[in-house]
């Protein structure tokens, strides 16, 4: 065994330990998960701001303010995490009909008079300078959404506030473990179910989805974190580093209305869609996993998928290694840009796939043997069990 490669030896004993399928059960021997951590990965964990730091202090100071019905200012920094925190915030008192005001400040937000509720990159202060109030909750191991989302819960959280929450765990670079793995699953269920329009416009322009519907049978795409990362996050990102701050409060109104349609929408999504972000995704865990064609089924790449997702920073998305494989056709697409080959196994095709990257070049014939390496995921055209290559060997 080569040290960079990865072969299970105790994968039937975890399959029926843990009564998971075999790619999944090579991902936990991989990995070193015990049952009891492998458990505690999928526990579904409630918001409790008593866990946050201050959290009590900030909780209390801002009910009595809630109970009073006391105007809050917002003030924030461009941050997307904080976006998201605001607008989360935002609904929640304008639900329970608290009055408040959003501005953009650069500095001296602590010259400002009243209740200040001050969102920066990784901390939500609550600040009153005539009361001597000000109470800072430190974003720690949890996203800024996730603590919103917390806050929000007392209070009772609607359906889009964890759509929103979803989507600003995924703006931040703290792990997505716990309380906003937990987050983001909620949410990202609510986005499959309700199909927001803010989030459709940007996820998926009607080019893209006419296409979809052509190849696939299916007008939208999945709520996956890299996918809500690729068409979301980094397009946003992008958005606010190159516009000024102001657009901070466009981007504030769009998100606000979640059903809203009518043409200034349509158009800023539609325009928010056009964004090319050239952004890194997080790493996938590059000790590949030896499997065969054969494990690889549209089954079990879902059950890996439900398991483990959402990836990111403390969880990798996890990499394979396939010995020999045959190439039963082969196919290029997007002016030879894209290499797709096919795979016969007794349950079906399986897929892998290649774009603009220096293998998606190499020469190759119907016969040919060769290892792959790469991270498997369910072709949105296809619908088949798929391999991202990433590294090639022909035999």
Same mark, same amino acid.
């Given at each position: 065994?080569? +040290?960079?490669?990865?072969?299970?030896?105790?994968?039937?004993?975890?399959?029926?330990?843990?009564? =998971?399928?075999?790619?999944?059960?090579?991902?936990?021997?991989?990995?070193?998960?015990?049952?009891?951590?492998?458990? @505690?990965?999928?526990?579904?964990?409630?918001?409790?701001?008593?866990?946050?730091?201050?959290?009590?202090?900030?909780?209390?100071?801002? +009910?009595?303010?809630?109970?009073?019905?006391?105007?809050?200012?917002? =003030?924030?920094?461009?941050?997307?995490?904080?976006?998201?925190?605001?607008?989360?915030?935002?609904?929640? !008192?304008?639900?329970? $009909?608290?009055?408040?005001?959003?501005?953009? %400040?650069?500095?001296?937000?602590?010259?400002?008079?009243?209740?200040?509720?001050?969102?920066?990159?990784?901390?939500?202060?609550?600040?009153?300078?005539? #009361?001597?109030?000000?109470?800072?909750?430190? #974003?720690?191991?949890?996203?800024?959404?996730?603590?919103?989302?917390?806050?929000?819960?007392?209070?009772?959280?609607?359906?889009?506030?964890?759509?929103?929450?979803?989507?600003? =765990?995924?703006?931040?670079?703290?792990?997505?473990?716990?309380?906003?793995?937990? !987050?983001? %699953?909620?949410?990202?269920?609510i986005l499959e179910?309700?199909?927001?329009?803010?989030?459709?416009?940007?996820?998926?322009?009607?080019?893209?989805?006419?296409?979809?519907?052509?190849?696939?049978?299916?007008?939208?795409?999945?709520?996956?974190?890299?996918?809500?990362?690729?068409?979301?996050?980094?397009?946003?990102?992008?958005? =606010?580093?190159?516009?000024?701050?102001?657009?901070?409060?466009? !981007?504030?109104?769009?998100?606000?209305n979640p059903k809203?349609?009518?043409?200034?929408?349509?158009?800023?999504?539609?325009?928010?869609?056009?964004? $090319?972000?050239?952004?890194?995704?997080? +790493?996938?865990?590059?000790?590949? %996993?030896?499997?065969?064609?054969?494990?690889?089924?549209?089954?079990?790449?879902?059950?890996?998928?439900?398991?483990?997702?959402?990836?990111?920073?403390?969880?990798?998305?996890?990499?394979?290694?396939? @010995?020999?494989?045959?190439?039963?056709?082969?196919?290029?697409?997007?002016?030879?840009?894209?290499?797709?080959?096919?795979?016969?196994?007794?349950?079906?095709?399986?897929?892998?796939?290649?774009?603009?990257?220096?293998?998606?070049?190499? @020469? !190759?014939?119907?016969?040919?043997?060769?290892? %792959?390496?790469?991270?498997?995921?369910?072709?949105?055209f296809s619908g088949?069990?798929?391999?991202?290559?990433?590294?090639?060997?022909?035999?």
């Amino acid at each position: 065994m080569k +040290q960079t490669e990865f072969v299970c030896t105790k994968t039937p004993a975890i399959e029926k330990e843990f009564e =998971v399928g075999t790619i999944l059960a090579q991902v936990l021997e991989a990995r070193s998960f015990t049952k009891e951590a492998f458990e @505690k990965l999928g526990q579904d964990y409630d918001f409790d701001a008593s866990m946050i730091d201050h959290g009590e202090d900030f909780l209390k100071t801002f +009910q009595s303010k809630i109970e009073n019905k006391e105007k809050f200012l917002f =003030v924030a920094d461009t941050a997307l995490d904080s976006l998201f925190s605001v607008l989360i915030f935002i609904r929640l !008192l304008a639900k329970i $009909k608290i009055p408040f005001e959003v501005k953009y %400040i650069h500095k001296d937000e602590y010259m400002l008079r009243g209740n200040i509720l001050i969102f920066r990159d990784h901390s939500i202060s609550l600040f009153n300078r005539s #009361e001597d109030i000000n109470i800072t909750i430190n #974003e720690g191991p949890l996203a800024l959404s996730t603590i919103a989302c917390s806050i929000a819960s007392l209070y009772g959280l609607e359906k889009y506030s964890l759509a929103l929450g979803a989507i600003g =765990v995924l703006c931040s670079t703290t792990p997505l473990l716990k309380q906003n793995r937990t !987050l983001f %699953i909620r949410g990202r269920e609510i986005l499959e179910e309700e199909r927001y329009f803010t989030f459709e416009r940007i996820m998926i322009t009607k080019e893209k989805r006419n296409n979809m519907l052509l190849y696939g049978g299916d007008g939208h795409v999945s709520y996956s974190a890299p996918m809500v990362r690729s068409r979301v996050v980094y397009p946003l990102e992008t958005y =606010v580093e190159k516009n000024p701050e102001i657009h901070w409060n466009r !981007l504030l109104q769009y998100f606000l209305n979640p059903k809203k349609q009518g043409g200034t929408y349509q158009k800023f999504g539609e325009a928010l869609s056009t964004i $090319k972000a050239d952004h890194e995704e997080p +790493q996938n865990d590059y000790t590949p %996993i030896v499997t065969t064609l054969e494990d690889i089924t549209k089954d079990a790449i879902k059950e890996m998928e439900k398991a483990l997702e959402p990836y990111g920073v403390g969880n990798l998305r996890p990499f394979f290694k396939i @010995k020999d494989a045959e190439i039963e056709s082969i196919r290029k697409f997007d002016m030879s840009r894209g290499l797709e080959l096919s795979f016969r196994t007794s349950h079906g095709l399986v897929k892998a796939t290649a774009y603009d990257v220096p293998i998606a070049h190499t @020469k !190759l014939k119907k016969g040919d043997h060769l290892d %792959i390496e790469g991270s498997l995921y369910i072709s949105s055209f296809s619908g088949l069990p798929t391999i991202k290559m990433e590294d090639i060997a022909v035999k």
